[in-house]
């Protein structure tokens, strides 16, 4: 299949242009942070289309295609089924777009929450996820601009960034972000 033919493909899953066209935003400067940071660019650019493809689902078909699809669900995950769509659209990739690489399967997986353990193929799709141009909040550009220079400066700082959003909304903290804090040296501030 073509990156074309996967864009179609995914275009049609994901069902809505908006969603999609972050999907080809994530993917691009995956690709070229990849590049930038000796990552593999196809892998990124891969793994950044197809990241988002249960971003739309509603709770109960997260929960349900979870169980269906074998994604363990943990109790965070239970109570916040949105976070789900990160390791359920990396099942998908692999059941609906044969995608079975396990370090693209991992990019999807860790895109949303981070992890304690990131490969740098790990950071530049959580980082494009976050930072590409679409988004829009003040340090966006700054953000995105470290990110091409220092990756883990980048991932510092862009995990400490969205700490700063769930306390504002007062939202709780994942396991799998507090993990990431402790990898990066993000203070608990
Ligand atoms: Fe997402
Ligand atoms: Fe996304």
Do not use: W
Not at 129 to 138: F, N, Q, S, T, V
């Amino acid at each position: 299949m073509t990156f074309t033919e996967l864009g179609k493909r995914v275009r049609k899953h994901i069902g809505q242009d908006h969603r999609y066209a972050h999907c080809v935003r994530v993917a691009r400067m995956a690709e070229n942070l990849a590049r930038i940071h000796d990552a593999d660019s196809r892998k990124a650019r891969l793994a950044g289309m197809l990241h988002d493809l249960a971003r739309l689902y509603s709770e109960e078909r997260l929960l349900r295609d979870s169980e269906r699809l074998g994604v363990p669900v943990s109790d965070f995950e239970r109570a916040h089924p949105i976070v789900l769509h990160a390791p359920l659209s990396a099942a998908l990739a692999q059941a609906e777009f044969a995608v079975h690489d396990p370090e693209v399967l991992s990019a999807i997986a860790k895109h949303t929450l981070a992890a304690g353990e990131m490969s740098a193929l790990d950071c530049v799709v959580y980082l494009a996820d976050g930072l590409e141009p679409g988004r829009d909040y003040p340090e966006r550009a700054e953000l995105a601009a470290l990110a091409e220079r220092d990756l883990r400066a980048a991932m510092r700082a862009t995990i400490g960034s969205s700490l700063r959003y769930l306390r504002s909304k007062e939202l709780p903290l994942a396991p799998a972000t507090a993990a990431a804090m402790k990898t990066f040296g993000v203070e608990a501030a």
